[in-house]
């Protein structure tokens, strides 16, 4: 069974550019969340998604976006980026009611 | 304000000894909680978990205790190995509403493991 997958693994922005991450969840899991690791801070909850709807969010600026397409695959954006914007961004399916999270590699950001 | 801490950033563990990684949390709303193991370069995986009615999970070498009254888990690894090296991160989930599957995380403890 394959895992989640994350797409780009890493890249490179500037200050004011946009970027658009992607990530496929594992096959049958329907709910997709995403978190920004950055030194020192953990994980820290971005947004979940649950067919198509945003379920639930963290305490994030509304440059920090997301959406869910119908075959559960998601997509987070980030506009106008800040030099503290660049951090691991990890993306995580889940099927179960206990909300054990399955992580994919992550999409690392640099933004100079 | 956070709501899960761990708040020994580094541990160092001579090979064969017995790792304990402790977590503190704050919200009593929580009541599951899991530890994940997270490699450089890699995405975080699921270790081993607990749920609030309980005070004790096995699997292996990894046990997690729970005790609800002090608001507190840890997570014991016995015997440690060179390969258990990594940051730990303690997460707890609790019912944020509309059946979301938030976890809240720590801020991770790295393990080393001297052979």
């Known amino acids: 069974k394959a895992g989640v997958t994350q797409t780009p693994r890493y890249l490179i922005k500037t200050r004011g550019q946009q970027v658009t991450l992607s990530c496929s969840p594992i096959s049958g899991h329907r709910s997709v969340s995403w978190y920004q690791q950055t030194p020192g801070q953990g994980l820290q909850f971005l947004f979940e998604y649950f067919s198509e709807t945003q379920r639930n969010k963290g305490n994030f600026p509304g440059r920090f976006s997301g959406r869910q397409f119908s075959n559960s695959r998601s997509e987070m954006n980030v506009s106008t980026l800040e030099l503290g914007d660049s951090a691991l961004y990890l993306c995580?399916?889940?099927?179960?009611?206990?909300?054990?999270?399955?992580f994919g590699e992550g999409s690392r950001l640099t933004v100079l | 304000d956070q709501q899960v801490k761990q708040n020994s950033p580094s541990l160092s563990v001579q090979e064969g000894r017995i790792s304990i990684l402790n977590c503190d949390y704050t919200n009593s709303m929580f009541d599951y909680f899991l530890w994940y193991k997270k490699y450089p370069a890699e995405g975080p995986t699921f270790l081993i978990s607990?749920?609030?009615?309980?005070d004790k999970n096995e699997d292996g070498r990894f046990t997690v205790f729970l005790n609800k009254s002090a608001k507190h888990l840890s997570l014991h690894i016995v015997p440690s190995q060179p390969g258990d090296s990594a940051v730990y991160f303690c997460a707890a989930s609790g019912d944020s509403g509309a059946g979301s599957y938030q976890l809240t995380f720590g801020k991770g403890t790295k393990l080393s493991v001297i052979p």
């Open positions: 995580a399916s889940s099927n179960s009611i206990t909300g054990e999270l399955f």
């Open positions: 607990i749920s609030s009615i309980k």
